[in-house]
């Protein structure tokens, strides 16, 4: 099956038309294969062809775990249609949540809070010191955890002797970080 040409077909069929339904913004080129968040890279497609589109752009690019984990957050609820279905229902339980909810503008009072309460929240470049506290703290948190693959192919990590039945630790290859095998 030729997947670009059906990625493609998808994309131009997006770029095309305008939709009057619920729909959901898609990158062409994905953000974490070098895609710009601007509005050239990106087209509103349906929840169903989102999901299509993950599932052509794990096969497109093997391997690459950012898209492997969207398309299994996707995959989670089932086929395309499942996953369309939801994703309706909770756009439209959050309309109903949201009706008759103040929007804005906000009072000058309201803005001068929300100003006072940013104050400080810029986010500095982290330290050498305290890059090598999050490592301490990420590997004492990861001691006594592993790494399982279930029986359906899924990973999870437990605690040391914690897994349910039927759960296999993977083996890290040494050759790559990012490479595992049940053994």
Not at 40 to 61: A, D, G, S
Not at 65 to 76: E, N, R, T, Y
Not at 156 to 179: E, Y
Request: proline share 5%; charged share 30%.
């Amino acid at each position: 099956m030729d997947y670009q040409r059906h990625y493609d077909l998808l994309m131009d069929r997006a770029r095309k038309r305008k939709l009057e339904c619920y729909t959901e913004g898609h990158h062409v080129i994905p953000e974490c294969l070098g895609g710009p968040d601007e509005k050239w890279n990106i087209v509103r497609l349906t929840p169903e062809e989102h999901y299509i589109v993950h599932q052509l752009l794990v096969k497109l690019n093997p391997g690459h775990i950012g898209l492997a984990f969207a398309a299994d957050q996707m995959g989670s609820r089932g086929s395309n249609k499942r996953y369309g279905w939801v994703r309706r229902a909770c756009a439209e339980a959050m309309s109903k949540k949201q009706k008759g909810v103040k929007k804005g503008p906000y009072s000058a009072q309201h803005r001068a809070n929300i100003s006072k309460g940013q104050l400080g929240n810029k986010r500095q470049p982290l330290t050498e010191e305290h890059k090598e506290v999050l490592r301490a703290k990420t590997a004492e948190y990861n001691r006594n955890r592993r790494k399982y693959v279930g029986p359906n192919g899924e990973t999870k990590f437990f605690k040391l002797g914690t897994q349910p039945n039927g759960w296999v630790p993977t083996i890290r290859s040494k050759a790559s970080s990012n490479v595992h095998r049940s053994p």
